[in-house]
């Protein structure tokens, strides 16, 4: 294998289609919890690295680190995927500095800020989950109930929001920029879920 991967994300990668996805993109991952069997998972020992797409994944991959060798790297390519599917309505505001809060998993928060800085953006990126002290930057905010979130949309005078579409209906009187959906499995995995 050339890598294990950690914290796919089902809205992302769909179900059925789950090994087709990521072998486009790396050869022979493997990809734990994949429907894979407890003795499958002796096989982690085989891959080069480890690649973590979530937050959820960063405690098994350090681990792996430190008791294996194996080393980690945070990347998440359907992040990527995401800002370029929406590059034209992103690059409106191009050539101005424009801040956006992106309002997802920390990891494809950090991926999508990246790309969003060759822009010329200002990102704050939040989470309503863990967020990984080592992986935050400067103004990051770990959001605990909807008032948290509706305080930062409001006072952050932001030109985009990047959340799942449940989120939109909370700020829709404080926030008059523009909203881009992005699904997340841990909001509304059930709503979304095609199970492609």
Do not use: H
């Not at 939040?126 to 605990?144: I, P, Q, R, T």
């Amino acid at each position: 294998y050339c890598c294990g991967i950690f914290g796919a994300n089902p809205l992302e990668i769909g179900i059925k289609n789950a090994a087709k996805k990521l072998n486009k993109i790396y050869d022979r991952p493997f990809v734990y919890g994949a429907a894979d069997t407890f003795c499958k998972l002796g096989e982690a020992s085989k891959v080069k690295e480890n690649i973590v797409m979530s937050v959820s994944g960063l405690a098994s991959a350090r681990l792996m680190e430190k008791m294996m060798g194996i080393p980690f790297k945070t990347e998440n390519p359907f992040a990527v995927d995401f800002i370029k599917r929406n590059e034209e309505v992103l690059k409106s505001k191009a050539g101005s500095p424009f801040k956006v809060l992106i309002t997802d998993d920390q990891i494809s928060g950090n991926v999508m800020r990246k790309e969003l800085k060759k822009m010329g953006a200002e990102v704050v990126v939040s989470s309503w989950f863990s967020m990984d002290a080592e992986l935050k930057e400067e103004g990051d905010v770990k959001l605990l109930e909807e008032d948290d979130y509706i305080r930062v949309v409001s006072e952050g005078d932001f030109d985009f929001v990047i959340a799942d579409p449940v989120q939109k209906r909370m700020i829709e009187k404080k926030f008059d920029g523009v909203f881009i959906e992005k699904n997340q499995f841990q909001i509304s995995g059930v709503l979304y879920d095609t199970c492609d």
